[in-house]
C-alpha cells in the first residue's frame, strides 16, 4: 500500500495560482502512475491529470492550459500548479497511485485537500 501526503490547498481569489503537492512513501514495487482527481459534493471524482514513471501526462480536455502536473521521481512527489483559477476549480483534490503487479491495478488514495477559488 502506497501512503500519500498532499499540501498546498487553500483559499485563493479568482485568476490567482495554487500548487499542490503529493509525496509517496511505503511502495514495495514502482509506482506506475499518479495524478490528481478533484471532487465537489453531489458528484464523482474527475480526472484532474495524470503522469506516468515514464513521464507521460493526460489532462482533463477543459483544464488542459491552465494546469500543469510534474513529478519528482527521486522525491516520489508529484505536483500540480495551478494557473488563472476559477471559482468552479473548486473541489476537493485527491492525489491518486496506482501499481501494476500483472495486470492487476491497485490504486491508493490520499486524503484530500480543498481548494477554494473565490469570485
Known amino acids: 500500500q502506497v501512503q500519500l501526503v498532499e499540501s498546498g490547498g487553500g483559499l485563493v481569489q479568482a485568476g490567482g495560482s495554487l500548487r499542490l503537492s503529493c509525496a509517496a512513501s511505503g511502495s514495495r514495487f514502482g509506482i506506475n502512475g499518479m495524478g490528481w482527481y478533484r471532487q465537489v459534493p453531489g458528484k464523482q471524482r474527475e480526472l484532474v491529470a495524470t503522469?506516468?514513471?515514464?513521464?507521460?501526462?493526460n489532462y482533463a480536455d477543459s483544464l488542459k492550459g491552465r494546469f500543469t502536473i510534474s513529478r519528482d521521481a527521486a522525491k516520489n512527489t508529484v505536483y500540480l500548479q495551478m494557473n488563472s483559477l476559477k471559482p468552479e476549480d473548486t473541489a476537493v483534490y485527491y492525489c491518486?497511485?496506482?501499481?501494476?503487479?500483472?495486470?492487476?491495478?491497485?490504486?491508493?488514495w490520499g486524503q484530500g485537500t480543498q481548494v477554494t477559488v473565490s469570485s
Open positions: 491518486n497511485a496506482y501499481v501494476y503487479r500483472g495486470s492487476v491495478r491497485s490504486d491508493d
Open positions: 503522469i506516468t514513471s515514464g513521464g507521460n501526462t
